[in-house]
């Protein structure tokens, strides 16, 4: 039997009022449990709402230097469990043990970010055209604040929303993603050890599609940041539009990489493979199209194939393995109907394809890093998300042809150029329409100290991460003080 855990409300681990728990398996082990979480109600929601009500006058009263030093130390605290948090990531939502310990290192590094950030939470002076005035400007926290994750960065993502909210002043409510929620109840734990006042930080567990409306329009709700699906960001916009919510929303992407012709082949596919196949796909900004010029195709196509080929894939705590299983039974099915749907779109499979059941690998959600070629800009696997290891690879004219198919879907999260030319570079820079725009390195792959967001169907607008983060969960005050 896996370990049971609480809702975290008030200060508290406690059972929802429900009654009922679920559990989460491993992916790579369907046989092998994880731990099993609340079935949270709209009640325990309401809950955790009131809670973080009434810790959040107190909480902003803290200076926020002070609120800092808890990050800080959560940080330290969660570093001493790296290889504990890693190895239950990796058993969870099943990225390799590689991955894991790198996110691990990268909310660390956000706690910490953050945490710093308390000593620079500031306005600006301005100077007044009147004599005698001064006139500044401060930050206000919002006051409660509603967090929806996914399960594919189980623990960067909440900590990239948990940290800002919490410096900027504002009490939360979080929701992970059913399917991993075990590294957003280590981060709780973490800033709880830290001395995160009770209240302040307050977590449900269940299923998004019975407590989110809770989450999303309680009246008590100032704002809403939410990464995940376009099909359910797009309905939480339509219900805090016309309340006037602060919504924050990062969802999908069709992340392409072009490849020019000058590109070092080895280094162009090393990217393309890094972005494409990585994390299993499972990344908003994962490469799924490859854009090559037609003069390279043929040889870049038969290095990509080869490369992939080689790529091992099994349990992410397995030395060597490259690619884990899928999240859960549901992802795998998409991933694969999608294979399908390209087969019958008329694309061709040049690579992989197929569900592995072999080598052990039948108690698990896995499935071969798979190319379409033969594929054309109409066809719904160049337009819509896949998000599994699944790339198309399309030969274009020449640069102009492929700035015009990068941009040609409704996404803009990110998007890299493999080149030496500066010229295209700039080009592709001030023509590409993405939120990332990344040059020689993979469409996925970003740090915490830079602002990260997308643009067109990927995001509202506001960014995470980066001192902009702040932004969001923060309002500009304007004084004007005659002396
Ligand atoms: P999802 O199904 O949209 O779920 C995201 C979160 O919303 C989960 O906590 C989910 O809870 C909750 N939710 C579900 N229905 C809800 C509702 N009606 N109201 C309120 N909340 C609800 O997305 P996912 O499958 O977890 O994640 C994959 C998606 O995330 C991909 O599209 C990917 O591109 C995107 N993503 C975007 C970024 C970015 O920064 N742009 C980063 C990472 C991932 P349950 O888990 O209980 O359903």
């Given at each position: 039997m896996s370990e049971i855990f609480g809702n975290f409300i008030n200060g508290e681990w406690v059972d929802s009022s429900s009654g009922k728990t679920f559990k989460s398996v491993n992916p790579?082990?369907?046989?092998?449990e994880i731990a099993s979480y609340q079935v949270s109600t709209v009640s325990d929601v309401k809950a955790g709402i009131e809670a973080a009500k009434s810790s959040q006058t107190d909480w902003s009263a803290i200076p926020a230097p002070q609120r800092g030093t808890i990050l800080i130390k959560a940080a330290e605290l969660l570093e001493q469990r790296t290889e504990q948090i890693a190895s239950e990531m990796t058993r969870e939502e099943g990225k390799t043990i590689a991955e894991a310990k790198g996110e691990v290192g990268r909310s660390v590094n956000i706690l910490r970010y953050f945490g710093g950030e308390g000593a620079r939470f500031c306005g600006e002076t301005i100077p007044s055209e009147r004599a005698g005035v001064f006139s500044y400007t401060f930050r206000k926290p919002l006051g409660v604040v509603s967090l929806l994750t996914p399960w594919n960065f189980p623990i960067a993502i909440p900590v990239w929303k948990i940290a800002p909210a919490l410096i900027s002043g504002n009490s939360v409510v979080i929701k992970p993603a059913s399917a991993a929620p075990i590294c957003t109840i280590r981060v709780i734990e973490a800033l709880n050890q830290a001395?995160?006042?009770?209240?302040v930080l307050n977590m449900v567990t269940g299923a998004g599609s019975v407590i989110g409306d809770e989450l999303v329009s309680?009246?008590?709700?100032k704002a809403i940041s939410f990464t995940g699906s376009c099909e359910v960001g797009q309905s939480i916009q339509q219900k805090t539009a016309s309340k006037g919510v602060k919504t924050q929303l990062e969802m999908g992407g069709k992340n392409p990489t072009i490849v020019l012709k000058d590109a070092d082949l080895d280094l162009a596919t090393d990217i393309v493979i890094n972005g494409a196949f990585f994390s299993t796909g499972q990344?908003?900004?994962?490469?799924?199209r490859a854009l090559i010029e037609k003069e390279i195709f043929n040889d870049f196509v038969a290095l990509l194939v080869d490369k992939t080929k080689k790529l091992k894939v099994g349990n992410?705590?397995?030395?060597?393995?490259d690619v884990g299983p899928c999240v859960d039974e549901n992802q795998m099915k998409t991933v694969l109907d999608y294979i399908e749907i390209g087969q019958k779109e008329g694309?061709?499979?040049?690579c992989g394809g197929q569900r592995l059941m072999d080598e052990g690998r039948d108690k698990g959600y896995f499935i071969q890093p798979t190319i379409f070629s033969?594929?054309?800009?109409?066809?719904r696997i160049a337009q819509?998300?896949?998000?599994?290891p699944v790339l198309a690879v399309l030969p274009v004219e020449g640069f102009e042809q492929a700035i015009a198919l990068a941009n040609q879907v409704k996404f803009g999260l990110s998007a890299s150029i493999v080149t030496n030319q500066l010229n295209r570079t700039f080009d592709y820079i001030n023509q590409i329409e993405a939120g990332l725009i990344i040059v020689n390195l993979p469409s996925a792959g970003v740090e915490y100290q830079l602002p990260f967001g997308g643009t067109k169907a990927s995001s509202t607008g506001y960014r995470e991460q980066?001192?902009?983060?702040t932004d969001f969960y923060s309002e500009l005050r304007t004084v004007y003080l005659k002396y």
């Open positions: 790579a082990n369907i046989e092998e001395g995160l006042p009770k209240g309680n009246p008590v709700i990344k908003c900004t994962a490469t799924s992410g705590l397995e030395q060597g393995v694309a061709n499979i040049i033969g594929v054309s800009t109409d066809m819509e998300e896949i998000f599994g980066g001192s902009v983060a």
